[in-house]
């Protein structure tokens, strides 16, 4: 079982950046689909980004497209999300989670569905003060 650890989370103005990190320790992340989650008090859990196993195919929610990329570098077993312009309403704790499903091409798992995801990191606070 892949075991994640997420870090780069802080305090950033509204406007600044922060780059996130998903590190993977017992088996490689380089073989997994990841996606990234947020979840903000009171809120539920919700779909930020996608990288496919091999990093060609990357998605991103609506409201933070143009603004976050995910990227992968299988070397460092590493997935990262990179996160400019950010905005108060991105404060959140952020997951990063890996899927067996979509990694093996399971029908009808979704990228953005959190459920199909079986691997998540314990999170890291993401506030961006206004």
């Known amino acids: 079982q892949v075991q994640l650890v997420e870090s780069g989370g802080g305090l950033v103005q509204d406007g600044g950046s922060l780059r996130l990190a998903c590190t993977a320790s017992g088996r490689t992340i380089g073989s997994k689909a990841t996606g990234w989650f947020r979840q903000a008090p009171g809120k539920e859990r919700e779909y930020v980004a996608f990288i496919s196993r091999t990093g060609d195919r990357t998605y991103y929610t609506d409201s933070v497209k143009g603004r976050f990329t995910i990227s992968r570098d299988s070397a460092k077993n590493t997935v990262y999300l990179q996160m400019n312009s950010l905005k108060p309403e991105d404060t959140a704790v952020y997951y990063c989670?890996?899927?067996?499903?979509?990694?093996?091409?399971?029908?009808?798992?979704?990228?953005?569905?959190?459920?199909?995801?079986?691997?998540w990191g314990r999170g890291t606070q993401v506030t961006v003060s206004s």
């Open positions: 989670a890996t899927s067996d499903k979509i990694s093996y091409g399971w029908a009808g798992a979704s990228y953005a569905n959190a459920l199909d995801y079986n691997a």
